[in-house]
């Protein structure tokens, strides 16, 4: 696939989301690239913002498979892997596996920290190995496969922290605000009148093929020496242990329990040759760079007391970070 196909076919998805999304666009871009990096994205923000929709019409654009899960405290893990049923034919009785949800190319974990933990954890090694373990046997899952998981703020009533192992495998984490007064008004004309807005399938029947071309091409991406250099620097800032003779910035020995793991610096990368990608460049710049630090680390950092004492976020430290860390 050409660098110009590419650009191509993430604009039209783009443009077939915005028919539906209404502002959010570095949002949509981002869960694009984190989708042809063959990640998963967890999007966090209060109710009523269109988390859900945007996820719905984003598959609908790739004309992918979908399925959404509704977490909820008493989900069980067997409700969204699936379960063994006691089946019988020709007067034979057996175990058949029934698939849950999680057997699509696009599942939505709708609020998903509204679960318990053990059913949040369910998904672990679908987003990881993309495949499932159930009494034993293993079920492959098909590809491409990406978990959008939404949450609400762990402020409000009934949430559940996601456990960090889980908020590792996301690729990005991304925040969703309010819209500024003329995007609420636009929502209003789109969502009161008559005409009903929806996504139209971008990607036909060879679907799957495209997007593993995509995949591919996005990893030829050139990432010069200094660049993954510069990477290396950033996610070894946040460790807050260092190493002998090392001077570790003061926000994160202060305020981190623990720094991002080498999937954080996995995603930089990544997430930079999709960025770059999309402006139409086949090299990595440290703009592209910049651009995926705050949704790449934000969940991977873990906050002590302190922090939580002084309300200091991820979002600060990763800010003084990036001023201190040198380029080149």
């Known amino acids: 696939m050409e660098p110009e196909r590419f650009r191509e076919l993430l ?66 893990p067997s409700d969204i892997i699936g379960t063994q049923v006691l089946t019988e034919s020709d007067g034979r009785r057996e ?8 057997f699509a190319q696009i599942v939505l974990a709708d609020e998903i920290n509204r679960a318990t933990p053990k059913t949040q954890s369910a998904v672990l090694e679908a987003m990881e190995e993309r495949q499932v373990t159930v009494f034993g046997e293993t079920y492959p899952l098909e590809s491409p496969f990406m978990v959008l998981a939404t949450q609400n703020p762990i402020e409000l009533e009934g949430t559940y922290p996601l456990p960090e192992a ?26 009161t009148g ?10 036909s029947a060879d679907g799957a093929e495209l997007v593993a071309e995509m995949k591919l091409l996005l990893r030829q991406v050139l990432v010069a020496p ?12 946040t460790q807050p242990a260092g190493q002998r003779g090392e001077s570790v910035l003061s926000e994160v020995r202060e305020y981190l329990r623990f720094g991002a793991s080498p999937r954080g610096a996995q995603a930089m990368i990544l997430g930079a040759k999709g ?13 592209d760079v910049e651009a995926v630090v705050y ?22 430290i990763l800010a003084a970070l990036l001023k201190k860390v040198p380029k080149g």
Not at 52 to 72: C, E, P, V
Not at 178 to 185: C, D, F, G, I, N
Request: charged share 25%.
């Open 295 to 316: 949704p790449a680390l934000r969940h991977r950092l873990i906050l002590n007391f302190r922090a939580e004492a002084e309300n200091v976020g991820a979002e600060q």
């Open 226 to 237: 200094p660049i993954e250099e510069y990477v290396v620097r950033l996610v070894h800032g």
């Open 95 to 102: 175990f058949q596996f029934r698939k849950g949800p999680i």
């Open 11 to 76: 604009y039209r998805v783009e443009q077939e989301v915005k028919k539906v999304i209404v502002g959010h666009d570095d949002i949509i871009r981002k869960v694009l690239v984190a989708f042809v990096s063959g990640g998963h994205v967890l999007l966090e923000g209060v109710p009523g913002l269109g988390k859900t929709l945007l996820i719905k019409s984003l598959s609908r654009a790739l004309g992918l498979s979908f399925k959404r899960i509704q977490f909820t405290p008493d989900l069980m």
């Open 166 to 191: 889980q908020l590792d495998r996301f690729f990005f984490k991304l925040l969703v605000s309010s819209p500024a007064p003329e995007e609420l008004a636009e929502i209003l004309r789109r969502t």
């Open 194 to 203: 008559e005409k009903f807005h929806e996504a139209a399938p971008v990607f």
């Open 275 to 287: 960025n770059a990608l999309a402006a139409g460049r086949v090299h990595v710049s440290y703009e």
